[in-house]
């Protein structure tokens, strides 16, 4: 699946959070009927990947057990592939709920622990062959915002990022389904994710095809005080997926579907335009 989406742009992959306690949409769509009709909606703006999620994974946020994680997800993952049949990530650090979902039909693992969180996440992600989106993340949800500190935030994420995939290639997965994601808010400060954003492509030259997730995310406040309620921070959310997607991230994950691929579309015209203009 490590390809763009139509007409060489990043593919979109759509948030459909089954939580209560989400950062952006908690409690909206925690039921299986309504988060199937979001997913589905999602894919009518033109989501090219749905991901699920039955963990917030916000700062502060407390965890949740395993089986209480499947019975959210597992309904909607099987809900959603009775009628659709597009690629399907499950977002979770726990390899039971990975089999479980993937065994309803989910296609991707997106685990913000990047395949960390347990003893044996390695080997499930090995044995289920899917597409696996390992993510940095400094501490752990409850704690990750207290204190983030680098000294070149850019070289050790990404640094880690590699170590953390050659150790899952040497584990079994296959190198070809492993993508990357810098975590943008997981433990870092607002000029850290700036800072990744800027140099993204020092994680994409690194051969691995990069995830890139900022929809809604608190840095956009920090450039826009105003923007204090996530669902005011379209433009924001707008402004760091193009130029992520300009730096060759080839997912980008987003809430705000439509306008995303809106906005990618025109980025790619404007860019083939100026490709096919000759100088007079």
């Not at 989910?106 to 080997?123: E, K, Y």
């Not at 193009?242 to 306008?259: C, F, Q, S, T, Y």
């Not at 691929?261 to 015209?269: R, Y």
Request: charged share 20%; aromatic share 4%; net charge negative.
């Amino acid at each position: 699946m490590n390809t763009p989406g139509s007409a060489g742009r990043p593919r979109v992959m759509g948030i459909v959070n089954v939580t209560p306690d989400s950062f952006s949409d908690g409690g909206r769509h925690a039921g299986v009927a309504a988060a199937v009709a979001h997913g589905l909606w999602l894919v009518e703006q033109g989501a090219d990947i749905l991901d699920i999620g039955g963990e917030s994974t916000r700062p502060g946020a407390e965890p949740v057990d395993a089986d209480a994680e499947i019975a959210r997800v597992v309904p909607v993952i099987e809900g959603l592939r009775a009628v659709w049949d597009g690629p399907i990530s499950i977002d979770t650090m726990k390899p039971a709920v990975a089999r479980a979902a993937v065994a309803a039909g989910a296609t991707m693992w997106n685990d913000v622990a990047a395949l960390g969180f347990a003893p044996d996440s390695l080997t499930t992600a090995t044995e289920l062959g899917c597409d696996v989106v390992l993510m940095h993340m400094q501490g752990e949800p409850r704690t990750m915002q207290a204190d983030p500190h680098y000294e070149d935030v850019v070289a050790e994420v990404t640094g880690w990022l590699v170590a953390r995939a050659e150790a899952a290639v040497a584990a079994g997965v296959n190198r070809e389904r492993i993508w990357l994601d810098p975590g943008l808010g997981f433990g870092k400060t607002a000029a850290h994710n700036l800072a990744l954003t800027a140099h993204l492509d020092r994680l994409v030259v690194t051969g691995f095809p990069v995830l890139y997730g900022a929809s809604r995310k608190r840095t956009i406040q920090s450039v826009d005080p105003t923007a204090t309620d996530p669902l005011d921070r379209l433009g924001g959310s707008l402004a760091l997926g193009l130029e992520a997607a300009r730096r060759g991230a080839a997912i980008i994950r987003v809430h705000d579907v439509r306008e995303t691929v809106q906005a990618l579309k025109l980025q790619a015209a404007v860019t083939g335009a100026g490709l096919s203009v000759r100088p007079v």
